[in-house]
């Protein structure tokens, strides 16, 4: 499966943002999808999941109340959409797939070519 992320942009605190994750190759119904983020210097972090389903949610606590990931199977497309930006949430944002969300990035062997967000204060 191919991903494509996209929806990056320079927002002020306090913004939102929605990011989006399209695949191609394989249906995306066939993977659960994570969003990951890496600022600068720093490790590559998880910030949300979702089941292949779509039933199930997982968030980073940083993020928590703030963002939500969700997804349109027949669009083969993810989305995170992001409220109360704050500066520290900038970073290049990855989607990942697998078969089950982890918070474990090196579980992951896909990935889209990351888009950046930058939150200023």
């Known amino acids: 499966v191919q991903l494509q992320a996209s929806g990056g942009g320079l927002v002020q605190a306090g913004g939102s943002l929605r990011l989006s994750c399209a695949a191609s190759?394989?249906?995306?119904?066939?993977?659960?999808i994570s969003w990951f983020r890496q600022a600068p210097g720093k490790e590559r972090t998880f910030v949300a999941g979702?089941?292949?389903?779509?039933?199930?949610?997982y968030y980073a606590d940083s993020v928590k109340g703030r963002f939500t990931i969700s997804r349109d199977n027949a669009k083969d497309t993810v989305y995170l959409q992001m409220n109360s930006l704050k500066p520290e949430d900038t970073a290049v944002y990855y989607c990942?797939?697998?078969?089950?969300?982890?918070?474990?990035?090196?579980?992951?062997?896909?990935w889209g070519q990351g888009t950046l967000v930058t939150v200023s204060s």
């Open positions: 990942a797939a697998r078969l089950a969300v982890d918070s474990d990035s090196r579980k992951y062997v896909y």
């Open positions: 190759g394989r249906t995306v119904s066939n993977y659960a």
């Open positions: 979702i089941s292949r389903s779509g039933i199930r949610t």
